[in-house]
């Protein structure tokens, strides 16, 4: 009954490989979000889609690629991996979009290890 | 634009002692405001969140907050600290009227209780 849910959980890969994560909500929320952490544990928003609609699209490398195929799962396929891609990325949902008020619900983490 | 600051990244108290963890924001409307934890390894648990009305807000495991309009802040507080409180808490704004609902995350600050 994991309410938001990611896999892998522990992703170790060369430099210049390509990769994905896939996370799905069960939560039923139309919103759901990549945040990146680094090493310093500080967390900055990546993406946003909002009904399989991007809303909100970061000042991200076009290596990193979100998709959508329905409103329960947004998946990040990275290409072309970097050493400084090393970190820890959240997926997260929440009811609404905009000006909406409702929290956000985190996924457990996918770690990334790029060596 | 939109921004949180939590000054301290380290707040260290004794069990049974009140806690406050700061938290001062910058928004161009009028804010919508979260606090959320996040023990070692684990994704971020929401905690409480100020959308309108009462200044003093309560959340999850005894934690309240304090909106204050004219310093602009959002201190998180306890009156009496866990060891278990001992995590990783973040301080979230949103402006309520603009900026496709995303969410701005402070640096973090980690608390420490101990016995």
């Known amino acids: 009954d994991t309410a938001v849910s990611q896999t892998p959980k522990y992703l170790v890969t060369q430099m210049g490989n390509d990769k994905s994560i896939k996370c799905e909500q069960n939560?039923?929320?139309?919103?759901m979000y990549w945040y990146k952490q680094d090493s310093k544990k500080f967390l900055k928003i990546m993406f946003s889609y909002n009904n399989k609609e991007l809303i909100i699209n970061e000042t991200v490398p076009n290596r990193f690629s979100p998709k959508s195929p329905d409103k329960a799962h947004l998946n990040l396929h990275i290409n072309s991996l970097e050493l400084g891609d090393s970190a820890v990325y959240f997926c997260?949902?929440?009811?609404?979009?905009?000006?909406?008020?409702?929290?956000?619900?985190f996924g457990p983490g996918t770690r990334l290890t790029v060596l | 634009a939109q921004s949180v600051a939590q000054p301290e990244d380290q707040v260290n108290v004794a069990e049974g002692n009140p806690l406050t963890v700061k938290c001062t924001y910058s928004?161009?409307?009028?804010?919508?405001l979260f606090w959320y934890v996040q023990y070692p390894n684990r994704g971020l648990q929401f905690l409480l969140k100020y959308i309108t009305g009462d200044n003093l807000v309560k959340g999850s495991y005894g934690f309240e907050a304090e909106f204050n309009k004219s310093q602009t802040s959002f201190h998180l507080k306890k009156p009496s600290a866990l060891v278990s409180d001992s995590a990783l808490y973040f301080c979230?704004?949103?402006?309520?009227?603009?900026?496709?609902?995303?969410?701005?995350f402070g640096d973090g600050t980690t608390l420490t209780v101990k016995p």
């Open positions: 979230a704004v949103r402006d309520r009227w603009g900026n496709a609902g995303k969410s701005t």
């Open positions: 928004v161009s409307g009028n804010p919508y």
């Open positions: 939560l039923g929320h139309d919103t």
């Open positions: 997260a949902s929440s009811q609404g979009q905009g000006s909406s008020y409702n929290e956000q619900f």
